[in-house]
């Protein structure tokens, strides 16, 4: 290990929050945290436990290749591995065409092995082919953002002003379990005498603490911000002087939330006339006040119109761009969902923010790359279409995977582990062997976070500098080393640099003068201590802690409303499948569980997967605390363990997706897309609930599905 300890940041959710890595006498590591901007020493559960998989006896030391089609995977040298690799590109776009090859990449690549990903793919491979699991987690609240600011940054302030707010209104968002070093900051304001309301169709953790918990059929959210909005109209709580100078639309939207009547919604939502009048009385009338959404309001088939909803009331209320402690803002969830969907990983996308189909951003991007504008492929499709036609003659015949497990997180994952297997060829980059990696004809593998250097970008905009801590173990190669030796077979290497400062540096420039400028933002300054939020386009900038303040970043310096309507769900609840399944993450995993079901603390806090029942729910169809209950959608079956709780609805269960084979329930969810942001509706779909041993012998596990990974 490098001299220690050494300051870096964790693994795994958006926080980043700091911690050291020291050696210890006995040759292990210690893990501590530090007093970080965000996480002041504290770490929940997964952080404290992170060192654990430095070592791991599961981590992947040496490539490995499949031996024939369907044969097992073998150790290979690097040089068979990528021989093989590229020979396979080069047949698939002989026979295909270069969109024949794809790439999948993932949330949590470092700002640099994101950026190389994304100019891999246009300038080695020569793809339109290229998106990333971003596109299941934050992409409608992107969509929104945009749509209504002019830009995506998450939070368009930092985490310090929640405690500023003396109202705050949180919706489909569980910090409490998710990311709990941030509660501090929802503490602080509780000290201060703020008011704290969560709208969530589980009595959460975090609804526990709250003053206001309003529990909505889930589904229903766009609903509820829309009768709240009638409410705000016909009480005369808008913010006329704000809206007549900062804002343009709002005239269509009132027009448009004139039939969302309090009484209807409250048919529609569950949700009382006198809660919502309460809650919005709050916001309108507090000095400060927030609201703040998340995957509840965003994983479903209209999530970017739900999304703008809450945008809509917020701006109603004049709360983006007051000051610290008001605002709108989305948080994040994977540990660089931020600045992955930022670089250049979406298939519509160039670094920072740049837009594929726009000239002007292809020429500024190709003048420093050092290529012809009119090489780059243009914009592709979207993350769940593009696994939808792999192996297909429409599709992508050869794929790499990055930092992504889809057969665990992807919606409809039974039909993505077949159109997986449909591939001529599968190339999965990972430190450990995935559901995803166990299908794939090549295995390389890479660096993990502690190996390595890079920077990382967190809900706030701020661009953190994770530091390598640890050597990798021999015969492991970093990511943007595997993607040179790639290019370097494909007569294209002279483009992709190693060295992440390098590469750092190019992206900076890249993305200078987009939307997301990074430009003043150096591995100097984030070394030397600087706190820097982006946009930050020159070295003296101090960065942009807060937006919004005097204009937004659209073309006329105001927001725009966007009236929105709730459309038909896909899929309703019906006589076969009466009730409604609803996914998230849990205390103590993280993700598709690939590093945190490795983990020996985390696998006995919580060894196996579950589902949320309601006891009422429970009674009806006849099963008690931890009996065997089967759920059924029409994608298929899974039988889980039941946790009966009151604090969820009694028509609602509830299943965290950390788990594959045949505890995944995303091969139940649908793969209904979002018309505008392409995510797919996770949320929400009808499912059946029985007694496990209803139907005995016929366990109907999901068609496609890997075997569950050894704890």
């Not at 998989?53 to 089609?69: A, C, F, I, S």
Request: some cysteine; aromatic content about 6%; overall charge negative.
């Amino acid at each position: 290990m490098t001299a220690g300890p050494i300051a870096t940041h964790c693994p795994y959710c958006s926080l980043q929050c700091g911690i050291s890595l020291a050696s210890r006498d006995d040759g292990t590591i210690e893990l501590t945290g530090r007093d970080d901007p965000i996480n002041r020493g504290v770490l929940c559960i997964k952080g404290a436990n992170a060192a654990e998989l430095l070592g791991h006896p599961e981590r992947l030391g040496t490539p490995l290749v499949r031996d024939g089609r369907g044969g097992p995977l073998l150790p290979a040298s690097w040089d068979e591995a990528l021989d093989r690799v590229v020979a396979a590109i080069r047949t698939a776009q002989a026979r295909h065409g270069p969109d024949a090859v794809g790439c999948f990449g993932g949330g949590g690549l470092t700002n640099e092995k994101a950026y190389q990903l994304g100019k891999f793919a246009r300038v080695a491979l020569r793809t339109s082919n290229i998106d990333y699991n971003g596109r299941f987690c934050m992409s409608s609240a992107a969509a929104a953002g945009t749509r209504a600011f002019g830009v995506d940054r998450g939070m368009p302030f930092p985490f310090a002003d929640i405690p500023e707010a003396d109202v705050v209104l949180l919706v489909g968002s569980n910090p409490a379990d998710t990311m709990p070093p941030a509660m501090r900051f929802f503490a602080d304001g509780r000290e201060r005498g703020a008011l704290h309301v969560v709208v969530d169709p589980r009595r959460t953790a975090t609804a526990e603490l709250a003053h206001r918990h309003l529990q909505p059929v889930p589904n229903t959210d766009l609903s509820l911000a829309n009768g709240m909005l009638h409410i705000a109209v016909r009480e005369g709580l808008v913010d006329k002087s704000y809206v007549a100078a900062r804002t343009t639309g709002f005239d269509a939207v009132r027009r448009a939330v004139r039939s969302d009547w309090p009484d209807r919604v409250e048919r529609t939502t569950g949700v009382s006339v006198a809660e919502m009048t309460e809650t919005v009385r709050a916001l309108a009338t507090a000095r400060t006040a927030m609201i703040l959404t998340a995957r509840g309001v965003e994983q479903h088939a209209d999530g970017t119109d739900t999304t703008q909803a809450w945008i809509n009331l917020a701006l109603a209320l004049g709360l983006p761009g007051r000051g610290a402690g008001s605002g709108w803002g989305t948080v994040t969830g994977q540990g660089n969902g931020q600045g992955g969907r930022e670089h250049g990983q979406k298939a519509d996308q160039l670094p920072g923010y740049r837009k594929l189909a726009n000239p002007a951003d292809r020429a500024h991007v190709a003048a420093v790359w050092g290529v012809d504008a009119d090489e780059l492929p243009g914009p592709g499709v979207s993350a769940y279409e593009l696994l939808d036609r792999l192996g297909t003659d429409a599709g992508v015949r050869v794929l790499l995977v990055a930092a992504s497990n889809p057969v665990v997180s992807a919606p409809n994952a039974s039909h993505v582990a077949e159109r997986l297997d449909a591939l001529d060829f599968l190339v999965v980059t990972d430190f450990f062997l995935s559901e995803t990696a166990q299908r794939a004809d090549v295995v390389l593998p890479t660096t993990q976070w502690a190996e390595e250097d890079g920077t990382m970008t967190n809900p706030e905009g701020r661009v953190l500098l994770r530091r390598k801590a640890v050597e990798a173990p021999a015969g492991v190669r970093g990511d943007l080393e595997i993607l040179r030796a790639l290019a370097d077979r494909l007569g294209r290497g002279e483009y992709f640099p190693t060295d992440p400062r390098e590469v750092y540096a190019e992206l900076g420039r890249a993305s200078s003068g987009g939307t997301a400028d990074y430009a003043g933002i150096t591995h100097d300054r984030l070394a030397a201590g600087e706190e820097l939020f982006w946009p930050c386009p020159t070295p003296t900038h101090p960065g942009t802690p807060r937006m919004f303040l005097e204009s937004f970043p659209t073309a006329d310096g105001r927001a725009r409303f966007v009236p929105v309507t709730p459309r038909p769900a896909p899929e309703r609840p019906d006589a076969d499948f009466p009730y409604l399944l609803t996914t998230g993450r849990s205390r103590g995993h993280y993700q598709s569980g690939t590093q945190t079901r490795r983990s020996p603390s985390l696998q006995h806090a919580e060894p196996e997967a579950y589902v949320e029942l309601h006891p009422e729910l429970a009674g009806v169809i006849g099963v008690v605390d931890r009996a065997r209950v089967r759920l059924s959608t029409p994608r298929g079956s899974v039988v889980l363990r039941a946790r009966l709780t009151p604090g969820i609805r009694r028509d609602t269960v509830f299943v965290p997706f950390h788990w594959g084979g045949a505890s995944g329930v995303n091969a139940l969810t649908s793969a209904a897309l979002d018309p505008t942001s392409r995510m797919p509706e996770f949320k929400t779909c009808p499912v059946a609930v029985e007694p496990a041993d209803a139907h005995p012998g016929d366990e109907r596990a999901p068609t496609g599905s890997s075997a569950a990974l050894p704890s």
